[in-house]
Each structure stands twice: as C-alpha cells, then as structure tokens.
C-alpha cells in the first residue's frame, strides 16, 4: 500500500484559467518543494519592457538590492501610508554597494536615456510596454495569496530590468551585463531577431561565467532559422506549444531549440492591477524561467550544468 499525497492547489482565484500549470504538471512539483521553501535567495531576472512592481500580484516577490538599504532596516521596497513604494530613505543618490548604479534598490532602466532622462533611473517600471509585466507573472507571479494567478516558481524573487526605450529593445546586452554582476540566477530574455553578434555572443559567454543560467525566447517566425539571443551557445532556447503539447504555428523549431513550453492562451499579470491572455514564446521563455527558479531553490547545492 502505497503513501498517497495532497497535490497543491493555490487559493489564487484566477488559477482555474491557468490552463498550461497542470499541463506541465505543476500541482505535482509542488507537492514535492515550493519556491518560498527553498534556501537562500533565488532570483529570476526578467530583462524586458519594465515590470509594473506596483501589481498586487508582484510587489511582494520583487527582488530587493539590500547592498542599498542605506538606512539598515532590511528593505528597498516598503509599504507606507496604504501603499507600496521605493524606500525613500534608500533613495539617497549614492551608489552603496558600488555596482555604478546609484539607488538600484528592485532593478534598473536603461532607457530613461533615450526618453528625455539623465541617463538611468532606479525605477524599471514600464514606459509603455505590458511585455515585461507579462512576463514577470509567469515567472513569479505571488503565489496562494488569494490574488489573480499563480506562476510556476510559486514565490521565487524577480528583478525587473528595462531595456526598451520608445517600444524598442535599446539596452539589451547592458540589461544583461547588469543582471548577470548583480546576481540574477536566472536571466530570462523574451526577444531578440535573426542577426549573430560577436559582441553580444561574448555578453552571454561573460553572464554565464559569472554564474547565470540565460533562457531566451526561440521566435514567432514558424521557422528553424535560429534566432539571437536563444541560439548562441550557452542560451537555453524554448520554444512553444499548444493546450495539446503540439508546436504552437508560429514558433520556431529544429536543432537550435532546447525545450518547449506552453506559449498559447497564457494568462499573466497586466498594467493596471489587471490580467491578460497572450500567445508567443516570449511566454514559453518565463515559464521555463520560473521553473529553473523553482529547481535551483529545491537544489542550491546543483551546479548550473546540473539544474540544466
């Protein structure tokens, strides 16, 4: 007679919609381990358009940068007043853990540049774009807390970087130069196009000897031209799938991919405190993200060969 066991259902009113979780069979790894059981701190660093923080589906698993708690109380990103916010007694201007970003407390954005700024800002909420908060909410959306969804990882930390300036990728490889000295475990990357770059294949080679695992979105192009950054060496290319777990007809396929994950239908955090359903492998990417979050907290002591 064998040992039956409970498999976990979050209390998360929308997860009944989240119809890719019990397709890749989540109940069941979190029966075994969640991601806000694990030791240490794991964090997936969601390199996009910016992540509205402020989602009450987010704030709560927003990596802190405590190399910049300038006033010692344990926090970057605090609850005042009724509402979340930047600790302002962080927020002094200097660079506390000299990294060359002065008030990095959550994140970065790069494109406060190219949108009539100084040239950085502290804040990587989004300037237009949905695509990072989307993203973030597959990863790590805040799991059994009665709110919206659930993600894969069920409670590992993300760090949202921003890249985009005016809807384009501007600062892509500097996003994951950033992420990868700060200590992202995870660098999840949902963009890209056709084009090799010696440059930027050297970034990866630089993020990976430093210790992070880079997942990167295969492309929509129903092809198996490789696409950049998923097909340089050491990137973990994921392409999507359907309900069905057959290939989604718009994603790439062939030697270059490493794993598929459902990209069809994936119902994710919105601007707004709201929710919406999207298509592409810059879905399948996160999740497969969230889920190597998810293992490595089960298994700090793996190497990154070993988690892959």
Request: net charge negative.
């Amino acid at each position: 007679v064998y040992l039956h066991n409970f498999y976990i259902v979050p209390d998360d009113p929308m997860y009944g919609q989240q119809q890719f979780l019990p397709q890749i069979m989540a109940e069941e790894a979190w029966n075994v381990h969640k991601g806000e059981d694990g030791e240490g701190n794991v964090v997936v660093a969601i390199v996009d358009s910016g992540t509205d923080w402020l989602h009450p589906d987010l704030t709560e698993n927003t990596w802190q940068n405590l190399g910049e708690d300038a006033d010692g109380d344990g926090v970057t990103l605090e609850f005042n007043n009724g509402v979340w916010e930047l600790d302002p007694d962080d927020l002094n201007g200097i660079d506390d853990d000299n990294n060359g970003f002065a008030d990095d407390v959550i994140g970065w954005d790069f494109g406060e540049a190219m949108n009539g700024g100084n040239g950085s800002n502290p804040d990587p909420y989004p300037d237009m774009i949905p695509h990072g908060t989307h993203c973030s909410g597959i990863a790590a959306a805040r799991t059994n807390n009665g709110v919206g969804i659930s993600s894969i990882s069920y409670n590992v930390n993300y760090m949202p970087v921003n890249i985009s300036s005016g809807g384009g990728i501007i600062f892509g490889w500097e996003g994951v130069i950033y992420a990868a000295e700060i200590g992202g475990d995870i660098i999840s990357l949902s963009w890209g196009n056709y084009t090799y770059e010696q440059a930027a294949a050297e970034v990866i080679e630089y993020a990976t000897g430093l210790g992070s695992i880079i997942v990167a979105a295969a492309g929509n192009g129903n092809s198996d031209v490789p696409s950049y950054p998923a097909s340089y060496p050491g990137v973990i290319s994921v392409a999507a799938v359907t309900e069905s777990d057959s290939k989604a007809n718009f994603s790439e396929y062939g030697a270059s991919v490493d794993i598929a994950a459902p990209g069809v239908n994936i119902l994710s955090t919105f601007p707004n405190n709201s929710y919406e359903a999207w298509d592409g492998t810059s879905m399948a990417a996160p999740m497969v993200a969230g889920l190597f979050g998810l293992v490595k907290s089960y298994h700090p002591d793996w190497t990154n060969d070993q988690l892959i």
